[in-house]
């Protein structure tokens, strides 16, 4: 997993998480630093060529026009990038996907109509030569979690600086995969123990599996101990090992999880 260095921000380590006003810090510190020119490491050497420059084709997706706005000004001066579009939501994402074909599709997390992971899953779906970079202010590591499992090759947050962006978008179009350095532990934690709770959710017995279903539809612990001609304190039994198998703390979370997994229908 390759990732750029990090940036000045960090102090002796420490996990910093963004700040409430990090969009607006970002368009003003992108607006104020878009004069400086970043262009490829130049090969050395007297009469040496230079290799031709391949532009890197952007799309981003952002429901604050400001800090659209602010981006493309800096990427567009950026060396040998191009923002061929932007979108407010994920499903003018998908259209701009379709008809530009970007290299790189920078997302927000948060957004109207269609979210970014959702978005992310489609894009990999229809468009899996385009490399999606999640670009927000949330260092939850669920959050990094579900952008990874969406097929985001990037996680980004908002409180890093425009160089640190602009050489995730230059990774990640080279093909390797980038996330946050401040992330980076925190997702390999969750990784694993989303590893342990998978390893669990295969232990899960047919009759849990049918009350789980039950659970879906609606049916309260007397129902379903009636349908099955079980006792209620047999239900109980079985939705305590439901959830310490799945990782869930309540009814509602079970059968999302069991949705997501799709062991049930």
């Known amino acids: 997993m390759a ?5 000045r ?27 400086r020119h970043i262009g490829w ?15 890197i084709r952007v799309g981003i997706a ?9 981006l493309r000004r800096y990427l567009d001066m950026a060396d040998g990038i191009e923002v061929v579009g932007e979108a407010s939501n994920g499903q003018e994402l998908l259209d701009l996907v ?13 957004m109207p109509e269609m979210d970014g992971l959702e978005a992310a899953r489609l894009i990999r779906d229809r468009f899996p030569k385009v490399g999606v970079i999640m670009l927000t202010a949330y260092d939850d590591r669920q959050f990094v979690v579900e952008a990874v499992r969406s097929g985001a090759r990037g996680y980004v947050l908002k409180a890093r600086d425009a160089e640190h962006l602009i050489q995730t978008v230059r990774l990640v179009a080279g093909g390797n ?27 899960l017995t047919a ?11 609606g049916h309260t612990n007397r129902d379903i101990a009636e349908r099955l001609y079980i006792s209620p304190d047999t239900v109980k039994t079985h939705l305590e ?24 229908e």
Do not use: C, N, Y
């Open 3 to 7: 990732h750029p260095p990090e940036g």
């Open 9 to 35: 921000g960090r102090r002796g380590g420490r996990r910093a998480r963004a700040p409430r006003g990090a969009v607006r810090e970002l368009v003003l510190h992108l607006l104020d630093r878009a004069g």
């Open 41 to 55: 490491a130049r090969q050395s050497g007297r009469g040496r060529q230079r290799e031709p420059r391949v532009t």
């Open 62 to 70: 952002d429901d604050h026009s400001l800090v659209r706005q602010g």
């Open 98 to 110: 379709e008809q530009q074909k970007p290299d790189i599709a920078l997302v927000d997390i948060r």
């Open 177 to 203: 995969m980038v996330i946050d350095p401040q992330l980076v532990v925190a997702l390999a934690e969750e990784l694993s123990q989303a590893k342990e709770r998978d390893r669990k959710a295969e232990t």
């Open 207 to 217: 009759r849990e599996i049918e009350v789980l279903q039950l659970l879906a539809f």
């Open 241 to 264: 090992h439901i959830f310490e198998k799945l990782g869930a703390s309540d009814r509602t979370a079970a059968v999302a999880e069991a949705l997501r997994r799709r062991l049930i």
